[in-house]
């Protein structure tokens, strides 16, 4: 079956930055459009961006286009999202979520379990 | 930029009653909504795509509604399992949620 597999929790200061990885599995993962998605504590979701495993274009939400930076690794059908110049706003739990039907960018089915990322000093 | 407002903020229902959660988007969108389902520390979960097909395992009881700018997301039976938070999207925007509670 489909599984996007996210790397651990992690604790940054502000300023810093973070990487998140979303280990795939169970489709030809350069088939599918990956998408990063957060969710503040108590909030809704916020998309962040999507990823082309294909070809590796990106597209960014506006908020994140100056600091966010998504890549792929097609060798280990893994997704990777970087975030920069962290601050407390960015606590959150971050996730990474398949496009639901092959060649878009429309839905997002799977997801994956979420990366809690806590910036503080 | 697409917004997608969500009513009501929060539902009180019982189990077996009829849930009836509503998406407004400011501009039409045609039928390119989807409904997300997220129960407390999980992933949301795609219940409904192109605003009225299920999506794979989705149970019959949901359904989905609607086009242009106004969208229903209907439970026609409440489970218990159902209370959660509900998300409309479009694109790269999410309404604000509707919580689904006892």
């Known amino acids: 079956q489909v599984q996007l597999v996210q790397s651990g929790a992690e604790v940054k200061k502000p300023g810093a930055s973070v990487k998140v990885s979303c280990k795939t599995s169970g489709y030809t993962f350069t088939d599918y459009y990956l998408h990063w998605v957060r969710q503040a504590p108590g909030q809704g979701l916020e998309w962040m961006g999507w990823i082309n495993p294909n070809s590796s274009v990106t597209n960014y939400a506006e908020d994140f286009e100056d600091r966010v930076i998504m890549t792929r690794d097609t060798s280990i059908n893994t997704a990777y999202m970087e975030l920069s110049r962290l601050t407390s706003d960015d606590t959150a739990l971050y996730y990474c979520a398949r496009a639901h039907i092959i060649g878009t960018t429309g839905y997002f089915d799977p997801w994956g379990q979420g990366t809690l990322v806590t910036v503080s000093s | 930029e697409i917004v997608l407002t969500q009513s009501p903020a929060t539902l009180s229902l019982s189990p077996g009653d009829r849930a009836t959660l509503s998406c407004r988007a400011g501009?039409?969108?045609?039928?390119?909504l989807a409904w997300y389902q997220q129960k407390p520390g999980q992933a949301p979960r795609l219940l409904i795509y192109?605003?009225?097909n299920r999506a794979t395992g989705i149970p019959a009881r949901f359904s989905g509604s609607g086009s242009g700018t106004d969208f229903t997301l209907t439970i026609s039976s409440l489970e218990p399992e159902d209370f959660a938070v509900y998300y409309c999207?479009?694109?790269?925007?999410f309404g604000q949620g509707t919580r689904l509670e006892i």
């Open positions: 999207q479009q694109r790269s925007f």
């Open positions: 192109n605003a009225s």
């Open positions: 501009q039409s969108i045609n039928n390119y």
